[in-house]
T-cell receptor, first 116, second 115 residues
Framework: GAVVSQHPSWVICKSGTSVKIECRSLDFQATTMFWYRQFPKQSLMLMATSNEGSKATYEQGVEKDKFLINHASLTLSTLTVTSAHPEDSSFYIC????????????FGNGTRLTVT | AQSVTQLGSHVSVSEGALVLLRCNYSSSVPPYLFWYVQYPNQGLQLLLKYTTGATLVKGINGFEAEFKKSETSFHLTKPSAHMSDAAEYFCAVSFSGGGADGLTFGKGTHLIIQP
């Protein structure tokens, strides 16, 4: 079945540094990928929709300059948390749809970001 | 606008007992409905989905859900709980069957299985 790979699975960084998270669709092409954020014991909140070859669409309240999204190919989207602060610590999950097969979203295993 | 309400942030059942996790939705157009399971520090795994057709949907691991339009509900059930079912469960709604417009999630229900 379709698989979405997310890397790294966890990362610890110092306040003020930037962190890049990768999301890859392994056996299908994903023109659209989604980035979610999940706080402890809470639901997933959609941050942005990543569109291959065009600008990402951000949800209301999500800082575009803070969370940079790049979807340069049909199998890769990246989320860069710039100038990270402790309040950015969270669990970030990506997902992608294999639109060609009409299958539902497949999720990566998430990235646990801790900013110290 | 669409939204999802999951009743009960925690549900505790005994091993072998019936599992019932409640989900109600609000959508201005016919919705597509999903149930996902999440184990600690992992992503989400699709249990089942309703798009069109039969309103009783069977999923993996013995779970099933019934779409009831009149009640705007999509409750998840399993006849007999196993210890391995302990996890976080999310109900989600989308405007497209593939979720290509992104999913709106409920707040989740933590399922606890008592031995």
């Amino acid at each position: 079945g379709a698989v979405v790979s997310q890397h790294p699975s966890w990362v610890i960084c110092k306040s003020g540094t930037s962190v890049k998270i990768e999301c890859r669709s392994l056996d299908f092409q994903a023109t659209t990928m989604f980035w979610y954020r999940q706080f402890p014991k809470q639901s997933l909140m959609l941050m942005a929709t990543s569109n291959e070859g065009s600008k990402a669409t951000y949800e209301q309240g999500v800082e575009k300059d803070k969370f940079l999204i790049n979807h340069a190919s049909l199998t890769l989207s990246t989320l860069t948390v710039t100038s990270a602060h402790p309040e950015d610590s969270s669990f970030y999950i990506c997902s992608a749809a294999d639109v060609g097969r009409g299958s539902p979203l497949h999720f990566g295993n998430g990235t646990r970001l801790t900013v110290t | 606008a669409q939204s999802v309400t999951q009743l009960g942030s925690h549900v505790s059942v005994s091993e072998g007992a019936l599992v019932l996790l409640r989900c109600n939705y609000s959508s201005s157009v016919p919705p597509y409905l999903f149930w996902y399971v999440q184990y600690p520090n992992q992503g989400l795994q699709l249990l089942l989905k309703y798009t069109t057709g039969a309103t009783l949907v069977k999923g993996i691991n013995g779970f099933e859900a019934e779409f009831k339009k009149s009640e705007t509900s999509f409750h998840l059930t399993k006849p007999s709980a196993h210890m391995s079912d302990a996890a976080e469960y999310f109900c989600a709604v989308s405007f497209s069957g593939g979720g290509a417009d992104g999913l709106t999630f409920g707040k989740g229900t933590h399922l606890i299985i008592q031995p």
